[in-house]
């Protein structure tokens, strides 16, 4: 009889499952279709990766880039001890390629094979799989399947015709996120609307939540938040190309590592720019949200949202990719409203459906953006989870939480209007309503007749956007996802309108607090990380990691995860017997790249006298503004200096004090272009040879020096060349 825990610690080297796993994974090994819903992080590509391993047959994984591909290809290729185990069949590959696959697949090496939707439908894939014996499909990024989803993907729509072309078999669905509605919606377009649900908590408890207000200081807060969290890897999400760009050259102007990432750039600039964060040779990457689904990087530390979400769906996905190993993740989006009406303009083109959908995820994303509730309760309120705790200690309303106000007339008033309305409306109609604003809308429904109407008039506009949200989370309303969010009264509202009606002293006391202000509070985090216990031998690691991912050619943790490093700076273990007792360390991966880590921690014992366990147990650089950084980037498509001022409204003497604070900040310019285009060789090597002996810097000693015989501008730019060479 099979053990799974056997072959999960043989494989994959982990002790115990987590969460739904084992469930997940029995289910589909008996032959059934399952809906698996687990939360970046929580293991989801374990419930379809062991079962292909332990099945017989091959497993078709259909994912949505073919980044994501070749990333789980290597990790699975990684753990075992012959490469072939796992392949991906998609459009870059060549013949001979695809002809190694298909030779794999035949002789039963390849357990795992990785198709986008597109490569699937091909009539030459779709005839070689025919004669395959499939052992089931899993469906990753299941979401794409749903126009409600944040990733809608119509080619996701043809899967299940195309299933029963090649041969019917078990089917796993999975997704990070995914609401009610889209989980039906899923189901129901892959015919699997009896399947078994595996649903786990959305709760992340290492993930730090905050909202800042978005303003002009946004670029400075950004730089300071990277420069505070040296050496960390992160992601800041922008929503326009545009913004991409510009943001990382601010970035990189101010000595920060990044590189931008968006679907305009070519694919051979954002392949490398992928891994070079995955080899950690770049810290931050500036994205737009075609970056992310494809990238498995465990020790992901900050997600940044320069620009507020179109959803919560969206914004839960990519915060989720912060904190993948359980350590350390920050998650700040700038927010302002500006910024909202924007996004609903954008929808003015779509069909009126579309509209509906998309303006009701963007009424969804602003109450999480504005509101002083627990942005974490929130969160999983949201997804339909309800979280226990008033203080989740992790975010930024429950660090600073806001002083609470008695809102029981508030709340009847509420109910009382949703129902006068017939719960048909949503949330903006109804506060119209309580405030008692007579819009054309209202007025066409003759809803201003209503003895209901205004009755909140009087009231602090501000107070009826957390009444509704509160009793939402306190299970007294609901948001009806058939009609696109239309208030509804729940039994438990109706039984506390009841009671407070005919007996208000007995109705149970009803609290919220006022929309935020968006303080400037700096990221804090709850605890959930963890440190070795030798720190030099943890960085002694890091660094033999780093290098032995350069000699294989995969992404650092491939070779071995964080959290396997800190046991091994805690566990000092010093022969593969000992280092598969490591969390996160088979066989297969022990074999292939565990000696050398083995010998440097036995050298570096030894070298310090440790007895082990004997049971294994910013330098702050200030921002450039953006005509700094408008001035940088004409340098480098060497323009004249003149023009460039002529361009910018300003006086070229104003130029160069733009200049001497961007050189003086520590930026390095090339202005040889111009120099040696405006003035004498040896004017330039007069000046130069001056500044190479002088004492001090200062102009006036320069301009005493020289006594008139060169233009002080001259002076000035021979200078910068001297300071930017030299100093920079």
């Not at 021979?718 to 030299?726: A, P």
Request: proline share 3%.
């Amino acid at each position: 009889m099979l053990n799974l825990n056997e072959e999960l610690k043989r494989h994959f080297g982990f002790d115990t499952f987590k969460g739904n796993q084992q469930a997940a994974i029995t289910n589909l090994i008996e032959g059934h279709d399952g809906f698996v819903l687990m939360p970046t992080g929580g293991g989801k590509s374990l419930c379809y990766q062991l079962p292909s391993l332990v099945m017989e047959g091959t497993a078709i994984v259909i994912s949505p880039l073919i980044a994501l591909m070749k990333n789980q290809v290597d990790v699975i290729n990684g753990i075992s001890e012959k490469d072939g185990v796992a392949h991906c069949l998609n459009s870059s590959m060549n013949r001979a390629a695809i002809e190694q696959v298909k030779e794999d697949i035949r002789a039963g090496v390849t357990k795992l094979l990785y198709m986008a939707p597109e490569s699937l439908t091909k009539e030459e894939y779709v005839n070689f799989l025919k004669g395959v014996k499939i052992s089931f499909y899993a469906i990753d990024e299941a979401h794409c399947i749903s126009e409600w989803g944040h990733d809608f993907r119509p080619e996701y729509r043809r899967i299940r015709p195309i299933i029963e072309a090649i041969g019917v078999a078990p089917i796993i669905a999975l997704t990070a996120t995914a609401t009610e509605k889209v989980r039906s919606d899923i189901k129901k377009s892959l015919g699997i609307t009896g399947a078994k649900d595996f649903l786990s908590s959305f709760n992340r408890p290492n993930l730090y939540y905050e909202i800042r207000q978005k303003d002009n200081t946004i670029d400075k807060q950004i730089i300071k938040f990277i420069k505070q969290n040296p050496g960390k890897s992160g992601i800041v999400y922008c929503l326009s190309r545009k913004k991409v760009e510009e943001l990382t050259e601010v970035l990189k102007t101010n000595d920060i590592k990044a590189e931008a990432y968006h679907a305009g750039l070519e694919t051979a600039v954002r392949n490398k720019t992928q891994d070079d964060f995955l080899m950690e040779n770049i810290d931050v990457i500036v994205a737009t949200i075609a970056f992310g689904m494809g990238i498995d990087k465990p020790d992901v530390r900050f997600v940044i949202h320069y620009d507020i979400p179109k959803s919560l769906e969206g914004y839960y996905q990519e915060t989720g990719r912060a904190g993948r190993d359980g350590g350390e993740g920050k998650c700040i989006a700038f927010y302002s409203h500006k910024d909202l009406q924007k996004l609903e303009k954008f929808m003015d083109s779509k069909q009126v459906v579309e509209q509906e959908i998309g303006r009701h995820l963007l009424q969804e994303t602003a109450a999480y953006a504005e509101s002083s509730i627990c942005r974490r309760k929130m969160l999983l309120k949201y997804f339909g989870e309800d979280y226990p705790k008033d203080n989740c200690g992790g975010c930024d309303n429950c660090l600073h939480p806001k002083t609470k106000i008695k809102a029981n007339k508030e709340l009847c008033c509420v109910l009382k209007s949703i129902l006068a309305l017939k719960e048909s409306f949503h949330v903006p109609y109804v506060i119209d309503f309580l405030k008692g604003r007579s819009t054309d809308d209202i007025e066409s429904h003759k809803h201003n007749l209503l003895k209901e109407f205004a009755c909140g008039k009087g009231n602090n506009d501000k107070i009826w956007n957390p009444v509704i949200r509160q009793a939402i989370i306190d299970g007294y309303i609901k948001k009806d996802i058939e009609t696109y969010g239309n208030l509804k009264i729940t039994a438990s509202g109706k039984q506390w309108l009841k009671t407070y009606t005919e007996e208000p002293d007995k109705s149970a006391d009803f609290y919220v607090t006022e929309d935020n202000n968006y303080n400037d509070n700096s990221a804090e985090t709850s605890s959930g990380t963890t440190s070795a216990l030798d720190p030099t031998l943890f960085a002694m690691l890091k660094d033999l990691r780093k290098s032995e991912a350069a000699k294989h050619g995969v992404q650092p943790y491939i070779v071995f995860m964080e959290t396997s490093l800190e046991q091994m700076a805690t566990m000092y273990p010093t022969t593969l017997q000992e280092l598969q007792a490591i969390q996160g360390v088979g066989q297969g991966k022990a074999k292939r790249y565990g000696e050398p880590f083995c010998q440097l921690i036995k050298k570096y014992c030894e070298e310090n006298d440790i007895t082990r366990p004997e049971d294994m147990r910013v330098r702050s650089v200030a921002k450039n503004s953006m005509q700094k950084l408008k001035i940088v980037q004409c340098i480098d498509r060497k323009m004249p200096l003149g023009d460039i001022a002529s361009s910018m409204g300003i006086k070229f003497t104003d130029l160069l004090d733009e200049l001497e604070a961007i050189v003086y900040s520590g930026t390095r310019v090339n202005l040889d272009y111009y120099i040696e285009d405006t003035m004498d060789e040896d004017q330039i090597d007069d000046i130069y040879q001056y500044f190479s002996e002088a004492e001090t810097d200062a102009l006036k000693e320069a301009y005493k020096e020289f006594d008139g015989s060169y233009d002080d501008n001259d002076i000035r730019l021979i200078r910068l060349k001297y300071i930017s060479e030299n100093a920079n």
